[in-house]
């Protein structure tokens, strides 16, 4: 099964596409849509819709996986960031891929073993579950790789999100 998770945000989107053939994890791609802080809002949440749509096409994942939002005082930035999210599931929803969501927690809990496990524990277990030669950065990459692992971990219907 192929899979794209994803870390969504309006500055930088996290991805990362694997592999999972029973248990097997293989990286396909991962990287970041970054959008400049000069743009309107508007015109960024259009670059990552257009981003999306070609990572879509070009790897062509089964399933997406997003991170939950998580925020606790900052409502602007919360705002944002679920349009950014908006865009990215609406990508989804036109290539007709199933879309999943985890909780941070959920994710650090797949990834390290630990619910409140720091960035950098993400990036490392993310770099040698994967077997790369580097940690993957900036951090919204690797936490979107965590989202794919975690949906490999945790195939089920009961993480699928339906509006």
Aim: glycine share 8%.
């Amino acid at each position: 099964m192929r899979i794209l998770g994803i870390d969504p945000g309006i500055a930088i989107v996290g991805y990362g596409v694997i592999d999972d053939r029973n248990g097997d994890i293989q990286p396909v791609q991962y990287g970041s849509i970054q959008t400049p802080k000069e743009l309107g809002v508007p015109e960024r949440l259009q670059q990552i819709y257009l981003g999306m749509k070609q990572i879509i096409e070009q790897y062509k994942p089964e399933v997406m996986a997003v991170e939950k939002l998580f925020f606790n005082t900052n409502t602007t930035t919360a705002f944002t960031v679920g349009q950014a999210r908006g865009v990215i599931l609406l990508a989804a929803e036109q290539a007709k891929i199933k879309v999943y969501e985890y909780t941070p927690l959920q994710v650090k809990q797949a990834v390290v073993g630990y619910g409140k496990a720091e960035k950098k524990q993400i990036q490392m277990m993310v770099r040698v579950l994967l077997s790369l030669k580097a940690e993957p950065k900036p951090d919204d990459v690797a936490d979107a790789l965590g989202v794919a692992i975690t949906h490999a971990h945790f195939r089920t219907e009961r993480w699928q999100v339906r509006g």
